[in-house]
């Protein structure tokens, strides 16, 4: 358990306490996050659509998950562009060490219109980690 930055306490995954104060650090807060997100849709099929879909669980197996307002995940992906490997992962889709940010769009909860979700959340492998907290060092 870490105390937040509004004197909470919240439970983070070992593996990315580091990149969670240096968030914090900085202004960005998270609304979740997972140091391993394949791991936790095998060990929760149900987190899965459809529920057991094992392919869900391989394909975000080692990626770090942060869910964020999409306010805080744009400043975040702005700060880390600022590199150049991790600029290229970000903007390069398809490939094993790509990231993935982004937004759902969603029917209000009456039907109607459809509005863009403020979640966002960005996936990216678990072995980007210690160039994401340089990088945040630096630019932090």
Not at 40 to 46: A, D, F, G, I, K
Request: charged content about 20%; glycine content about 8%; hydrophobic content about 40%.
């Amino acid at each position: 358990m870490l105390e937040t930055p509004d004197g909470g306490t919240a439970r983070i995954d070992r593996d990315i306490v580091p990149l969670v104060r240096r968030l914090w650090g900085i202004g960005i807060r998270l609304r979740a996050s997972c140091q391993n997100f394949g791991e936790s849709l095998h060990e929760v099929p149900s987190l899965a659509v459809p529920p057991g879909d094992h392919r869900w669980s391989g394909f975000y197996q080692d990626r770090v998950w942060l869910k964020l307002s999409s306010e805080h995940a744009c400043r975040l992906v702005a700060l880390l562009a600022s590199n150049d490997e991790l600029r290229s992962y970000m903007r390069e889709w398809g490939g094993a060490d790509s990231w993935i940010c982004s937004r759902f769009i969603v029917p209000n909860a009456f039907g109607g219109d459809a509005v863009t979700s403020d979640d966002a959340h960005i996936f990216f492998p678990s072995t980007h980690l210690p160039v994401v907290i340089c990088t945040l060092d630096e630019v932090g």
